[in-house]
């Protein structure tokens, strides 16, 4: 790990715009949020490495890193207790700058919609939830279906089991566990492990999956994973819609889905 600075970002010296940050709660806030990307930061931090690069008290970093925590802002590892970024961050930044999944994948979102007319998205994995971080709302006078930051189990919807769909069932299950027999959820979500896992089979064998009224009554979903260029999942990109239009049409829609989602998958690969 990277060596601390010998002068923390608040120890600059006085008058420094460093100063004008440490001034109010928020400018504290923010210095720790800087933490993650300054130069050599490794992708996770500790409170105490936190609190040592800012020279600051380890109690006093605990309480703001519990409230980004909170937000969605940082996520923390359940094992190693680390900090890492969030992806409500990641969703902040792509509202401000050309983040290269959602570039990639907003001109893919609206081919979807001209074809089916119905609302496209992408989402991330976000701990042991599906996370939404771009849409592209449907033509129709009558829609269903996520929007950008909405978390659902990943078990029962579509963008969740795409994104489960290269893992092992062992990591399956640790990601599913809490969540089977939920409450709040439609009357045809998997209520066991060996439900999630016969479907992934199946869906994994014609490489796109389908969600009739398991995240709730009504809603279907159809969603393919975006990988980079080693395989790896990187987002999930699904088409939703009210199960009384979409569900009947589901699978001629997840043959469409396929190769557009290769097609977003190969321009990420590209760089």
């Given amino acids: 790990m990277p060596r601390p ?4 970002p608040t120890a600059a010296a006085d008058g ?8 109010s709660a928020a400018g504290r806030v923010a210095t720790v949020l800087l933490v993650f990307g300054s130069e050599g930061a490794p992708a996770t931090l500790t409170v105490s490495e936190i609190a040592r690069r800012l020279g600051r ?6 309480r703001m890193l519990k409230v980004l925590a909170a937000s969605g802002l ?5 094992e190693t207790r680390a900090y890492r970024l969030g992806w409500r961050m990641y969703h902040l930044a792509s509202r401000a700058g050309d983040q290269r999944l959602l570039a990639v994948a907003t001109p893919a979102m609206r081919d979807l919609v001209a074809r089916t007319r119905e609302t496209a998205l992408v989402s991330v994995l976000h701990g042991n939830r599906s996370f939404t971080v771009a849409r592209e709302r449907s033509t129709q006078s009558v829609q269903a279906g996520g929007w950008v930051g909405r978390t659902s189990p990943l078990h029962s919807c579509a963008s969740g089991r795409a ?11 640790v990601l599913v566990r809490h969540d089977l027999g939920g409450a ?11 439900g999630v896992l016969d479907r992934l089979a199946g869906e994994r064998r014609r490489g796109f999956t389908v969600a009739v009224d398991e995240l709730e009554d009504g809603l279907t979903s159809v969603g393919t994973p975006i990988v980079d260029g080693t395989g ?3 987002a999930a990109l699904n088409v939703s819609g009210p199960t009384s239009r979409l569900a009947r049409h589901a699978d001629h829609i997840g043959r469409q889905l396929v190769p557009i989602a290769r ?3 190969a321009r990420m690969a590209a760089g």
């Fill in 163 to 173: 994104l489960m769909l290269a893992m092992s069932d062992d990591d399956v299950a």
């Fill in 184 to 194: 709040g959820l439609g009357p045809r979500a998997p209520r066991s492990m060996r």
């Fill in 57 to 62: 008290e380890r109690s006093q970093v605990s």
């Fill in 16 to 23: 420094g715009p460093d100063d004008d940050l440490t001034a």
């Fill in 5 to 8: 600075t010998t002068t923390p």
């Fill in 263 to 265: 097609h977003v998958s």
């Fill in 232 to 234: 790896a999942t990187l």
């Fill in 74 to 78: 940082l996520e923390q590892d359940p």
